[in-house]
């Protein structure tokens, strides 16, 4: 069965980074659009980041200039880099992959990522 595993969430300071990885034990190159999403308490999911097999990306307005999202199809794993973090990116992230943008089917399990103030 084909699983995304989500690593990297924890407590930290607001201004403080951190590094968000999605790793799959099936071949990357099958999946031709990836993407990170992130539900806070009491909140809707939303969308964070997404990335083509071609690199292409594109980002929500309130994590742009902040966030990187980038893949790594050689070794099977999707990076978030997360920098200047403020409370208000407190979630659960997911990470997700599908045949194209925004239509995913294979989703992971969640990753708590907690910004202190």
């Known amino acids: 069965q084909v699983q995304l595993v989500e690593s990297g969430g924890g407590l930290v300071q607001t201004g403080g980074s951190l590094r968000l990885s999605c790793a799959s034990s099936?071949?990357?190159?099958?999946?031709?659009?990836m993407g990170w999403y992130r539900q806070a308490p009491g909140r809707q999911r939303e969308s964070v980041a997404h990335?083509?097999?071609?690199?292409?990306?594109n980002y929500r307005d309130s994590v742009k200039g902040r966030f990187t999202i980038s893949r790594d199809n050689r070794r099977n794993v999707m990076y978030l880099q997360m920098d200047n973090l403020k409370s208000e990116d407190t979630a659960v992230y997911y990470c997700?992959?599908?045949?194209?943008?925004?239509?995913?089917?294979?989703w992971g399990q969640g990753t708590q990522v907690t910004v202190s103030s």
């Open positions: 990335i083509t097999i071609g690199g292409s990306t």
């Open positions: 099936q071949d990357f190159w099958s999946f031709m659009a």
């Open positions: 997700a992959a599908g045949p194209r943008l925004f239509e995913y089917d294979l």
